[in-house]
């Protein structure tokens, strides 16, 4: 055992955690009127409710107090302070500066890096006036109505998900693509639709070396050329956004027409930076900035709430207690709005490439369980597809819902509908249905015994699966960017809290290196296939099958 799970406080949790084993929360709404009033949070255009999970105000308290013995306030005061809190990668983490339109100052290295973030924001301002009003045409005189963002990770999941939950804010008229796989068929399904006169492309990475970005690129690029554009037309069609200026340039872009962001901002927190220029393109400026208004909210929140009423903080405690005291080894992030329906991506890589760490930050064995497999489609899909298991499945799932009070979209009673599904679903998942209810229920609608003790079992819910719901008045961008900055705390204090570098993404690199010793290994790109033999048997065995068919087959 290490760090956390040594705590006095941890160890009383787990005391907590064995003796509500036996009490259910159905009954613990029945005997407590003021839960709902107790365990929520409103802040920044958001409404928390967290009293659908298994907590009581003794663990509640207990929580705050892990929260207290773990310093997370001071180690919020050295991220805002600039500090390199990255240690693995001695960096500072600082995405909150960039959606801090105050005068504050925000320290790296000693230097004040506000006065360069206002820089480049205004320089994204200034390009997106100047696509928008045709002062920034094509080469041939057209005006480019139409982005197609180049990206992976970060640099795409952010962008995109933002782009299409705000879609109801796009400039009419206007198309945002965006490509990320080094599956060439994502580029080409998207090259079919567009017109090279009139694209701009959107080449995104932050360290401007990422393989499948600037294949993506490479081949955007030589499709654009073969379109009878001039070399000297790339300027007026690709631009980059990045920290790697050397890199940019080498690509073939020039550094004017680049972005610059720096790397005191994670992949996975980038959206708000240079990397939000796809966003800013198709849905405006100004709601861009509105989007960067409403993480700062949260920010403020998140930066002067004690711990109790703290919304990052008390999402961030209950999904400790559902991780490491409840079993939760999932969470499902079910979105009862249709344009959310990429959050779920989005926070896959928020949250699993931030807190699937096995050791703490100083390189010791984490000794609990850390960050959960993170899933989830927008309601009511999912209802449809997967949430038989989080009903009656053997394990547990915890799961946040979050729904606007307002559709942007009203359509006769759709909304209503979609808002009593949410609703119902957290109610079930929490109440269950017993077999007593169940008999009763089939007796009433007249199934005879024998018809009642066979099926019976099968309609049983046990109840007691936690969610917390996630509700604000409409989903704008304001609202959408508190939402994000939530998300982003409550990874943060997780980290925090389990003493895990949330900021560093080791495990990405082992995949990445193989990739690369195996790629003149296939058929077509080896002048001749060898028969492979470097490898464990099964890798040896699938790229010798695969070379036999590529082989056989030359049109490929
Ligand atoms: O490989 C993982 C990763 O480094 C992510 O953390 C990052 O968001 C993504 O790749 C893309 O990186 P880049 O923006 O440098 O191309």
Redesign the pocket.
């Known amino acids: 055992m290490s760090g956390v799970s040594k705590t006095s406080e941890w160890q009383s949790l787990a005391d907590s955690a064995a003796a509500l084993s036996d009490i259910s929360m159905r009954d613990m709404f029945a005997e407590d009127q003021g839960r709902f009033e107790r365990f929520s949070i409103e802040a920044a255009g958001l409404f928390l409710d967290y009293s659908k999970n298994k907590i009581t105000d003794e663990v509640a308290d207990k929580l705050a107090a892990l929260a207290v013995a773990v310093d997370i306030e001071g180690a919020r005061k050295d991220m805002i302070e600039g500090k390199s809190i990255n240690k693995t990668e001695s960096r500072a983490v600082l995405h909150v500066a960039l959606r801090d339109f105050a005068a504050r100052a925000y320290h790296v290295d000693g230097e004040d890096v506000s006065q360069p973030v206002r820089a480049e924001r205004d320089k994204m301002k200034k390009f997106c006036a100047d696509l928008h009003q045709g002062m920034f045409k094509g080469h041939t005189g057209k005006s480019l109505d139409t982005v197609v963002n180049i990206?992976?990770?970060?640099?795409?999941?952010g962008p995109q998900m933002v782009v299409d939950a705000l879609r109801p804010y796009w400039i009419n008229g206007r198309r945002a693509f965006f490509v990320s796989n080094v599956d060439g068929q994502h580029l080409s399904d998207v090259l079919a639709v567009i017109d090279p006169e009139t694209t701009l492309f959107v080449v995104?990475?932050?360290?401007?070396?990422?393989q499948?970005?600037l294949a993506n690129a490479q081949s955007a690029k030589a499709w654009f050329l073969n379109s009878g554009a001039p070399e000297d037309s790339v300027a007026k069609h690709f631009v980059a956004l990045?920290?790697?200026e050397a890199s940019v340039t080498a690509f073939g872009i020039d550094p004017k027409n680049m972005f610059r962001f720096w790397d005191w901002v994670?992949?996975?927190y980038?959206l708000w930076s240079a990397?939000g220029l796809s966003i800013a393109l198709q849905i405006g400026f100004e709601n861009f900035e509105n989007l960067l208004r409403g993480a700062h909210a949260m920010d403020e929140h998140f930066r002067t709430a004690p711990v109790k009423e703290n919304m990052p903080m008390m999402l961030a405690l209950v999904g400790v207690w559902n991780r490491n005291f409840q079993g939760a080894a999932a969470h499902a992030v079910l979105p009862y709005d249709q344009h959310l329906h990429r959050l779920p991506a989005y926070l896959q890589?928020a949250d699993m490439?931030s807190n699937g760490k096995t050791v703490t930050i100083d390189g010791a064995p984490v000794g609990v369980e850390t960050g959960p497999v993170i899933f989830g489609e927008p309601g009511t899909n999912g209802q449809h597809a997967f949430y038989q298991l989080l009903h009656q499945g053997t394990d547990i799932v915890s799961s946040d819902f979050i729904a606007p009070a307002l559709s942007q979209s009203p359509l006769g009673a759709h909304h209503e509908m979609l808002l009593s599904n949410f609703l119902a679903q957290t109610e079930a998942l929490m109440r269950g249905k017993t077999e007593k209810e169940v008999r009763a229920e089939m007796a009433t609608e007249g199934h005879s015994k024998p018809e009642i003790d066979a099926l019976a079992p099968h309609k049983v819910f046990p109840g007691d699966r936690p969610s917390n719901s996630i509700v604000m008045e409409k989903l704008t961008p304001a609202t959408l960017g508190a939402l994000i900055a939530l998300y982003e705390h409550k990874i943060f204090c997780q980290g925090v809290i389990w003493g895990v570098n949330s900021f560093d993404?080791w495990g990405?690199?082992l995949g990445?290196v193989l990739a690369k010793s195996i790629l003149p290994e296939i058929a077509a790109i080896a002048a001749q296939a060898q028969h492979v033999t470097d490898h464990d048997a099964s890798t040896n065995g699938l790229i010798n099958w695969i070379n036999e068919i590529r082989t056989n087959n030359k049109g490929e």
Request: avoid cysteine; glycine fraction near 16%.
């Open positions: 990206g992976i990770g970060g640099s795409d999941l995104a990475s932050k360290t401007f070396t990422t499948e970005t990045s920290t790697n994670g992949g996975r980038s990397i890589q490439e993404q990405v690199e990445k």
